[in-house]
């Protein structure tokens, strides 16, 4: 199985702050990369799929880039709603793995 | 809107089969390019693929749980099925149905999963 690990696996933020998260996979997944944001109780929410695609609805704010083995979910300017938890995934191989999460809190 | 709902119960004996259901509404289960998977997060964990089925009922599984789990998809009730065989505590965690996109990568059946339903959350506990 392709392992997916991010970093950092929990961070501390203030509304406003510039946040980046990493995710790192363990052979090239080309951009078969997706992120999701996931709120206590809810299910998960797509965001980016395709490394960089923005899924419809998902605020401007949330960016995400990368290829091969290297990938970020950025958020400009925080805001209260965006403390969650975020998973990566990937698709490129036919068995789906996930991150183990980064947490992000004030 | 597409919504899907997962059925079934909430309490599972150690060693017997866990069975749920997903209910898709507001939209066809054969209506592609989609396929209907499972995901499932242990309390306080990450999340894990148990596999993902088409309306064709081709089904695809995690190699982890292969053993134990049977997919299935019935198209007239727009429903698809999960069963976990010989469960244990381990198997204890919130289960998700979710819509997954036609993956682009030759080889690969699915990808994200763009629709998720709000979870059920199995106990195996006797």
């Known amino acids: 199985d392709i392992q997916m690990t991010q970093s950092p696996s929990s961070l501390s933020a203030s509304v406003g702050d510039r946040v980046t998260i990493t995710c790192r996979a363990s052979q090239s997944i080309s951009t078969y990369l997706s992120w999701f944001q996931q709120k206590p109780g809810k299910a998960p929410k797509l965001l980016i799929y395709?490394?960089?695609s923005m899924q419809s609805g998902v605020p401007s704010r949330f960016s995400g880039s990368g290829s091969g083995t290297d990938f970020t979910l950025t958020i400009t300017s925080l805001q209260p709603e965006d403390f969650a938890t975020y998973y990566c995934q990937q698709s490129y191989s036919s068995t789906l793995t996930f991150g183990g999460g980064t947490k992000v809190e004030i | 809107q597409l919504q899907l709902q997962e059925s079934g119960p909430g309490l599972v004996k150690p060693s017997e089969t866990l069975s749920l259901t997903c209910t898709v509404s507001?939209?066809?289960?054969?209506?592609?390019?989609?396929?209907w998977g499972w995901i499932r997060q242990p309390p306080g964990k990450g999340l894990e693929w148990i596999g993902t089925?088409?309306?064709?009922?081709?089904?695809y599984y995690n190699p982890s749980l292969r053993s134990r789990v049977v997919l299935s998809v019935d198209t007239s009730k727009r429903q698809f099925s999960l069963k976990l065989s010989s469960v244990t505590a381990a198997d204890t965690a919130v289960y998700y149905c979710?819509?997954?996109?036609?993956?682009?990568?030759?080889?690969?059946?699915?990808?994200?999963?763009?629709?998720w339903g709000q979870g059920t959350l199995v106990t195996v506990s006797s």
């Open positions: 507001d939209g066809s289960i054969s209506t592609g390019p989609y396929y």
């Open positions: 089925i088409s309306y064709t009922g081709t089904a």
């Open positions: 395709a490394a960089s």
């Open positions: 979710a819509r997954q996109r036609v993956s682009g990568r030759p080889g690969v059946a699915a990808a994200e999963p763009d629709n």
